[in-house]
Nanobody
Framework: QVQLVESGGGLVQPGGSLRLSCAAS????????MGWYRQAPGKQRELVAF???????DYTDSVKGRFTISRNNAENTVYLQMNNLKPEDTAVYYC?????????WGQGTQVTVSS
């Protein structure tokens, strides 16, 4: 089993920044892809960003140039630095670990962008 615990969400004004953290524990050696998803009210959960290795990461178009995903293997932690936040970024953000056949999810952290 794998446990993922997110932190770092909150309320921020448009143009502000937040950094989300996801600490992984348990049987994590089979996880090769870590990512962040988000789900806004009334919408489907969408992939925001993922990282396979330091040089292999990708983002959904709407966050490119504003969000940065990083992974610290020594600390079993993945981060999502979010800059220039917009109201449309408001959602519950979920950390995800994928082994190739199984998905693991954190409990989610709320991000609200509002003036």
């Amino acid at each position: 089993q794998v446990q993922l615990v997110e932190s770092g969400g909150g309320l921020v004004q448009p143009g502000g920044s937040l950094r989300l953290s996801c600490a992984a524990s348990g049987n994590i050696r089979n996880i090769y892809r870590m990512g962040w998803y988000r789900q806004a009210p009334g919408k489907q959960r969408e992939l925001v960003a993922f990282v396979l290795s330091p040089g292999n990461r990708d983002y959904t178009d709407s966050v490119k140039g504003r969000f940065t995903i990083s992974r610290n293997n020594a600390e079993n932690t993945v981060y999502l630095q979010m800059n220039n936040l917009k109201p449309e970024d408001t959602a519950v953000y979920y950390c995800n670990g994928f082994t190739g056949s199984e998905n693991y999810w954190g409990q989610g952290t709320q991000v609200t962008v509002s003036s």
